[in-house]
């Protein structure tokens, strides 16, 4: 099994007693440096004393999750990599989230962060490793005890068992003397054949609280004397405060204050009440005269227009594999020239965007639902005229994020901290309305491909021109350095650039021009369009062909796709119901590799009153070892059912004269359950490979599928999304 | 402001508000009960659901002042009736919730759905569940769960 780092020599552990005795136990990762921080100079090394286990005198075990918990189980899987190794009794698990901290920046990046679906790919080895050496020691201790060798101990259910009889002790008992030993240098990790709970359905740990409406989320979160602030934003994006009358506001009992805030691009009028409701009708009444003169008015109508003008011209070079002119030589009548067109996309995680923040002077102390700690917390202190570290950042459950709770210029927290920075010493809790999200920017960019597909005479493309045009939300970010490369923002075309087809000659460029509405990463980010056009159009080549879509793709994938390939002969099998479909139905076929994660998916597709509809999706995935098999089918359910938003009519965002033309949930509708499969079925391809993630993997493939389907059902192939009638 | 006097999960309350604020505020702000979660504000998603005199109802639409003396009855008491404990027995059997921030006012749609129809086809949890909204798209499991409610129920 090949795991991705070894950390066991940049990272030690460090053990202590906890304040109310038991054993707390920290790793301290020696991070690498990230580019920002580099230029900067070195960063200060911090060893805050929070741990990552504390066995608790009374037998629970109480683990620090160094992520967020959006919904993707994460608060539920690394505690049980660090149980699996710990030989925990796992009913006696409690999962913390951490707070933003240099010791829970993720190893392998080097920053805190939610994202990218890195955290099993990234802290799997991490959180094994906590498990086994805080293992080794309570073994180490009970073995002192009994004067026995510690190999003949063994330890299970967070009882180590010693060679005589009746020698056993439980980790609560051995936990205080354990804190005194030294961390082993080395440990030996298990095989994976011996895995108890790696592997097996493990129910999420924080079910119970969000059924019973007890599980806290930042939008909750009530401090003694808090206030509440909402924002009245430009209606046009980087648009500024000229005046302001707020008499009306300020009649209101409970309105606190009135002021203008800074926005990261222009500025706002903040109303501060002593509740929500209070501040929102407070903003209602406000009479502002906003100065937007000589600000951009992007149009919908006219970004197409300028993206199609752009895409006729050769972009910035990201991908020359092969011959240039290789499609000098195929003959017209064996090309596709295809235009693509998807447009803005917004996340709308079912909890508003929310952030509270308490400013004393000298220190502040901030409670956001953040997928970019590392980050907002330094914006956060930036705003404040404070160091970061004296900013206690703590992360709350977040009720969705699907990027969004991950801007790169942190825009949110910074509003939240100049509105605190005005009341100093009273906590308060920034509040986007729903209008607010739908409206405030920050969307998946609208993005147009022009590709034009030579033909071989067996079909299969041997050359492939593509020009991809969309915003990047990377360049003048600190990420540009290094994931911007040639002027191309490689997150907008790494799903044809970096696909697993063997296309001999494939030329990929990129234009990225600069519109005034701020763009973001949205589950699977450039996947969800490049995985769009390339999967709808290598489709288009297997009729082309009159090649079955499976085979065709298996014919097409690069030789050492091994994941992809074994995803997709899974998916042959198991999906069985596409040779017997009745009339009116077609099944719909497309796949993806994402991080690492290979995925392959069918849908039956029927088409009555012309409206469609999924009936049913099976589909496969490769992810490595399957950590929770429960929690990656709730994924992949979930993640097709979230990718299928940008398909419906009113999935999307548009601009007309600068102003986004949705509201609410009844501008822009993502689906519902009546808009849904009934039956999603997950298969997994068994493995002992390393793991990797499945939080983004199953979003891209799903557009595609339904299109594909939609093609085979009408004989069009829709090259515009969202669908006119879906 | 003005005085209401309500009945939330059996308790008679009093509060003093505005008379426009919804009701899902009143709960928030007034009463702590945070169970019931703000989503839209415009009755599109169904996460401020709750139980106004037996029925679901969009608590960001109902200002206070219409309340009058329905019984209000929210997430955090629902597991006290037969239905509303097997249904979050259910859910987490099913292992439904993902973010979980919608999922209060699903729960409250699904009791109401189990409660008038013990019997629910998929059209009927399709209809009844159609106007809550969840992000993480966990309406597969959604079904599964109000079914084996429904089962669980019958024996």
Known sequence: MRLPRDLTRRSFLRVSAGAAGGMLVSLHVDLPTFPSQRRQGPQAKTYPPDAFIHIRADGQIVITVNRVELGQAVATALPMILAEELDADWSQIVAELAPAADIYKDPVYGFQNTGGSATIANSFQQYRELGARTRAMLVATAADRWQVAPASCRTESSVVYGPGKNQSARYAELADDAAKMTVPDRVVLKDPSKFRLIGTSVRRLDSRVKCDGSQQFGLDLDLPGMLVAVVARPPLFGGRVKTVDDTETRKLAGVRDVFEIPLVNGSAVAVVADRFWTAKQGRDRLAIDWDLTGIERPDTAELWSRFAALAGTAGNVALNRGDEHALDQIPQARRIVAEYRLPYVAHTPMEPLNATIRFDGDRAEAWVGSQFPTYDQAAVAQVLGLKPEDVAFHIQFAGGGFGRRQSFDSNVPREAAAIAKRLRGIPVKLVWTREDDVRGGYYRPMFLHRAEVGIGPDGMPVAWKHVTVGQSYLVGTPFESFLVKNGVDFDTVGGITASRYAIPNLHVSAHHPQVSVPPAQWRSVGYTHTAFVLETLVDELATRAQADPIAYRLRLLQRDASRLRAALELLDRVSDWRRHLPPGHAAGIACVEYEGTAVALAVDLTLENRRSRVRRATVTVHCGVAVNPLSIESQFQGGLIFGMTQLFPKGAITLKDGRVEQRNFDGFVPPYMGDTPAAIDVHIVPSSERPTGCGEPPVPVISPAVVNALARLTGTRYRTLPLASF | ?155
């Open chain 2, 1 to 155: 402001m003005t005085s209401y006097q309500l009945s939330v999960n059996g308790e008679r309350r009093e509060v003093s508000v505005d008379a426009s604020t919804p009701l899902l505020w009143v709960l928030r702000e007034e009463l702590k009960m945070t169970g019931t979660k703000y989503g839209c504000g415009i009755g599109a998603c169904g996460a401020c659901t709750v139980h106004l005199g037996g029925v679901a109802t969009r608590s960001c639409l109902v200002p206070v002042e219409l309340v009058g003396d329905r019984p209000i009855v929210t997430i955090e008491a629902i597991g006290q009736g037969r239905v509303g404990r097997a249904v979050q027995d259910a859910w987490v059997e099913q292992d439904v919730v993902q973010c979980g921030y919608c999922q209060s006012g699903q729960i409250m749609s699904a009791v109401a759905l189990l409660t008038a129809n013990p019997v629910p086809t998929d059209i009927n949890i399709e209809q009844s569940m159609g106007g809550n909204l969840c992000r993480c798209g966990t309406y597969v499991r959604i079904r599964a769960a109000i079914h084996r409610a429904a089962a669980q129920l019958r024996t």
